[in-house]
T-cell receptor, first 116, second 110 residues
């Protein structure tokens, strides 16, 4: 596709419910990243995929957060039993690879999650 | 741990230069980046600088790096209203992991 796309663009859920956020990376990009942007904060690294495997999950805040990537393309970030502190904008990015610092990360528009 | 800090807000008049500052803590960072976020849009990479450089110029953008003081700045010449956005500084902890500052909101007044 022309760029990284994410869906939904907005999600409002009730505390305790599970949510799934989707990311479609740029075609041909092998690396995919999830970040979280809380109000007034910078981006917080969550997880990184190279192909279908996730070499670095160190940023996932708790075991309620998980992510998968299938077919080396689409990724889903799942948050179980959502809490109000999970409210944030979840950003996805992709890059051609992750071998070099010059592999530019291209960001999607984000999913704004609000937990009531 | 690694930390990147930026001032929260900058207001300039159209046509003036803008200077956005950033400090970072990880002296081993190889690359440092500037991203721009417009309302409702994802982050867009503006420019990056390799840590063995002290300056990089790209059209209206000039990046200055003081590695000794771990200080990075982004200068925008002839600032336009379309430059109004949030600017994020980031350091490359590794080839894939970026540590971002909290962003500087630039407001350009007509």
């Amino acid at each position: 596709g022309a760029g990284v796309s994410q869906s939904p663009s907005n999600k409002v859920t009730e505390k305790g419910k599970d949510v799934e956020l989707r990311c479609d990376p740029i075609s041909g990009h092998t690396a995919l990243y999830w970040y979280r942007q809380s109000l007034g904060q910078g981006l917080e690294f969550l997880i990184y995929f190279q192909g279908n495997s996730a070499p670095d999950k160190s940023g996932l805040p708790s075991d309620r957060f998980s992510a998968e990537r299938t077919g080396g393309s689409v990724s889903t970030l799942t948050i179980q039993r959502t809490q109000q502190e999970d409210s944030a904008v979840y950003l996805c990015a992709s890059s051609l690879s992750a071998e070099h610092h010059t592999d530019t990360q291209y960001f999607g528009p984000g999913t704004r999650l609000t937990v009531l | 741990g690694e930390d990147v800090e930026q001032s929260l807000f900058l207001s300039v008049r159209e046509g003036d230069s803008s200077v956005i500052n950033c400090t970072y803590t990880d002296s081993s960072s190889t690359y440092l980046y500037w991203y721009k976020q417009e309302p409702g849009a994802g982050l867009q990479l503006l420019t990056y600088i390799f840590s063995n450089m002290d300056m990089k110029q790209d059209q209206r953008l000039t990046v200055l790096l003081n590695k000794k003081d771990k200080h990075l700045s982004l200068r925008i010449a002839d600032t336009q209203t379309g430059d109004s956005a949030i600017y994020f500084c980031a350091e490359g902890e590794s080839s894939y992991k970026l540590i971002f500052g909290s962003g500087t909101r630039l407001l350009v007044r007509p």
